[in-house]
């Protein structure tokens, strides 16, 4: 009788995961980019750059929890691009819709 057990995980590739502390530096730099988009919002001399800014910070902060929180920096490569293509996406639907309801109807358009 034989006691060898294959394990799943035997001649892979081994990632080792990160420590909490780590984890929680990532949650502190989510909550640091979530306080300069509130104050980007309340800054009135950023009106103008504002929208931009404030969804350029939040794809920053959507690759960070895919990447971490997701843990798809230890996964195939497959799968972050899986991922980030939707975030892509997202963010030109933003963009477009950003520029039909507020920027052409300053032009006159729509």
Known sequence: MSTDVTHAHDGADHHSHPSASFYVWIGVILAVVTGVEVAI???E???PYEAPLLVLLSAAKVVLVI?????????PRF????????VVLATF???ALMVIYH??????GL
Do not use: Q, S
């Open 67 to 75: 990447m971490f929180f997701m843990h798809l920096k230890m996964e």
């Open 103 to 108: 920027v052409l109807p300053r032009f006159g």
């Open 45 to 47: 001399a950023m009106d």
């Open 79 to 86: 799968l972050t691009w899986v991922f980030m293509a939707g």
């Open 41 to 43: 919002f309340y800054i």
């Open 93 to 95: 639907m933003v963009g």
